[in-house]
């Protein structure tokens, strides 16, 4: 997945008359953002692979497939031998997935709905398999897992699969005084003029970008493991304690965060990371940067907790807080840093 969606305008259709207003109601509606998202290989072939190398669980089954967006996945379902595969997508882009799915003489095979998740009604009662990208920057920007919970508890039948069924989500730090000059320090002296005021609002935006593996200067920490056979929408709003031992002599500027995802239910698990240490990924990593550097040393612990839970007025925010204390040899900081995606 790669960007939100506004309530979907029900008149508008994904064909040449829409208009920027209905591109702005419905981000997916056009085809550059799927474009994105199906050429990022890593995404897409993991996805590809869980399925074809699995078609012992595929075949004959019931699948559904949870934003379906132009249909990739409900085509790898029906290729690797489903018995039926339906596919719900809120998005005008699901009007491109009907003709995609015909030109590719699957119409028999896969029943496109379109309409959201929570609001529309499946000809069956239950599915055995569920497929879903739902993944959002730092894993649950936007809420959409949300969307698949709510499919998994109403539709699939007991002991059904979940595709991809495991997501963890990490936490490092890193060393980049020279973008954080760039990006936060920038606003203190605009021209001559003090802009700090922006700096403050600068500082609360996690920057999502993708962060040179040497620049990471701890080991990493899980902060949230998540098993998509059970878990419930309120473990999404979570505390985390973490603790990161710094690998060399360096200053940390900012903590980044990324997620991990497993299809465990496949006879021989398939994984990606979207890692700075893994190959690019759209959803790249996210930079949390902190307000004052940490002197730290090889071997030094920094302790804290980070809070996630989605924004009580818009639930697709995420608001996140990062609380840390450290006492090195050299330097002690303690900060409370509020963030939020949006
Ligand atoms: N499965 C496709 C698209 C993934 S993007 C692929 O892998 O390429 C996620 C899709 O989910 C978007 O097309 C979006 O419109 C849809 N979506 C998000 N929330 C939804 C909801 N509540 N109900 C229906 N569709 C939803």
């Known amino acids: 997945m790669a960007e939100s969606v506004e309530e979907s305008q029900q008149d508008a259709q994904a064909s040449p008359e829409m208009t920027s207003k ?58 690797a031998g489903a018995k039926h595969v339906y596919g719900i997508d809120m998005s005008n882009i699901i009007d491109q997935a009907q003709q995609i799915i015909a030109d590719n003489k699957f119409s028999s095979k896969i029943t496109l709905i379109k309409g959201k998740m929570e609001e529309v009604e499946l000809p069956v009662k239950e599915v055995d398999i569920i497929i879903s990208e739902w993944m959002g920057y730092f894993l649950l920007y936007e809420s959409m897992l949300d969307t698949v919970l709510f499919a998994r508890d109403k539709y699939l039948k007991k002991g059904g699969l979940v595709f991809p069924d495991r997501a963890t989500i990490y936490l490092a730090a890193i060393e980049d005084g020279e973008y954080k000059e760039e990006k936060i320090e920038f606003w203190d002296n605009v021209y001559g003029f003090d802009f700090s005021s ?5 500082l ?62 496949c006879h021989k698990p398939i994984r990606f990371s979207t890692g700075p240490y893994a190959k690019y990924t759209h959803w790249k990593q996210t930079v949390f940067y902190t307000h004052e550097p940490i002197t730290i040393g090889k071997g030094e612990v920094v302790k804290g907790t980070i809070s996630c839970a989605p924004n009580k007025k818009n639930n697709r925010d995420l608001d996140i807080e990062i609380a840390f204390d450290f006492h090195g040899n050299v330097c002690s900081v303690s900060e409370v840093c509020k963030y939020k995606m949006s």
Request: hydrophobic share 40%; proline share 2%; glycine share 4%.
């Open 22 to 79: 209905d591109y702005y109601f419905d981000s997916y509606a056009h085809f550059g953002i799927h474009e994105e998202m199906l050429k990022d290989e890593v995404r897409t072939q993991s996805y590809r692979a869980s399925i074809y190398q699995n078609k012992h669980l595929f075949r004959d089954k019931i699948v559904l497939d949870v934003g379906c967006g132009t249909g990739i996945l409900s085509m790898f379902a029906a290729k």
């Open 204 to 265: 609360r935006e996690p920057l999502v970008d993708t962060v040179d593996y040497k620049a990471v200067l701890t080991d990493a920490c899980a902060i949230m493991d998540i098993d998509l056979n059970t878990v419930q929408k309120s473990d999404l709003s979570f505390t985390a304690p973490f603790e990161l031992t710094s690998q060399r002599d360096d200053y940390i500027h900012a903590f980044i965060g990324w997620f991990d995802i497993a299809f465990n239910a």
């Open 198 to 202: 922006i700096k403050a609002v600068a």
